[in-house]
């Protein structure tokens, strides 16, 4: 079974209870050889007792060239 284990979160809510969530997380398999890392954006809301309920999520590599990327596009948008 493959289990997520957070490294970093960075939050931040707006709006009506939505919130946004840029995380580094790494994905491990059943054997502890296969791993990978990866930056999840993801947006989410908060329902009425307060629970983080995720709605949609992009997945990306950590390659430096990919994030300074989406980082530049992100700013000129």
């Known amino acids: 079974m493959t289990t997520f284990e957070t490294i970093e979160k960075h939050e931040t809510e707006f709006g009506n209870n939505n919130f946004v969530q840029v995380a580094r997380k790494i994905a491990k398999g059943e054997d502890d050889d296969s791993s ?5 954006l993801t947006r989410g809301y908060l ?10 999520n992009l997945s990306l590599p950590p390659e430096p060239d990919l994030v300074g990327f989406v980082k530049d596009a992100l700013e000129d948008v």
């Open 47 to 56: 329902d009425a007792q307060g629970s983080r309920r995720y709605k949609t």
């Open 36 to 40: 990978t890392e990866f930056i999840s």
